[in-house]
Protein backbone atom coordinates (compact mmCIF):
# COMPACT_ATOMS: atom_id res chain seq x y z
CA UNK A 1 0.00 0.00 0.00
CA UNK A 2 1.36 3.50 -1.08
CA UNK A 3 1.87 6.20 1.58
CA UNK A 4 -0.36 8.92 1.02
CA UNK A 5 1.13 12.43 2.03
CA UNK A 6 -0.30 15.74 3.29
CA UNK A 7 1.67 18.89 2.43
CA UNK A 8 1.87 22.31 4.16
CA UNK A 9 3.83 25.56 3.44
CA UNK A 10 5.06 28.21 6.09
CA UNK A 11 6.36 31.66 6.20
CA UNK A 12 10.06 31.53 7.46
CA UNK A 13 11.07 33.99 9.79
CA UNK A 14 14.58 34.85 9.43
CA UNK A 15 15.36 35.26 13.38
CA UNK A 16 13.19 32.00 14.03
CA UNK A 17 13.83 29.44 11.95
CA UNK A 18 15.57 27.10 13.74
CA UNK A 19 12.31 27.16 16.32
CA UNK A 20 9.57 26.88 13.46
CA UNK A 21 11.28 24.18 11.69
CA UNK A 22 12.08 22.20 15.09
CA UNK A 23 8.23 22.87 15.99
CA UNK A 24 6.88 22.03 12.75
CA UNK A 25 9.38 18.49 12.95
CA UNK A 26 8.25 18.06 16.80
CA UNK A 27 4.65 17.40 14.87
CA UNK A 28 5.90 15.23 12.23
CA UNK A 29 6.33 17.48 9.79
CA UNK A 30 9.48 17.13 7.64
CA UNK A 31 11.31 19.70 5.33
CA UNK A 32 11.05 19.31 2.14
CA UNK A 33 12.30 22.53 -0.02
CA UNK A 34 12.96 25.94 1.41
CA UNK A 35 12.22 29.19 -1.41
CA UNK A 36 12.08 32.51 -2.12
CA UNK A 37 8.54 33.58 -1.73
CA UNK A 38 6.70 36.19 -3.89
CA UNK A 39 7.64 39.53 -1.25
CA UNK A 40 10.85 38.47 -0.95
CA UNK A 41 10.69 36.45 2.24
CA UNK A 42 11.33 32.45 2.86
CA UNK A 43 8.24 29.68 2.70
CA UNK A 44 9.04 26.38 3.39
CA UNK A 45 7.54 23.30 2.14
CA UNK A 46 6.48 20.69 4.01
CA UNK A 47 5.60 16.74 4.20
CA UNK A 48 3.82 13.78 6.60
CA UNK A 49 2.18 10.98 6.00
CA UNK A 50 -1.35 11.25 6.28
CA UNK A 51 -3.41 10.23 9.38
CA UNK A 52 -5.32 7.25 8.73
Do not use: F
Request: glycine residues 8%; negative net charge.
Amino acid sequence: MATTWEYATIPLIIHATKAILDQWGADGWELVQVVQGPDAGLVAYLKRPRQS
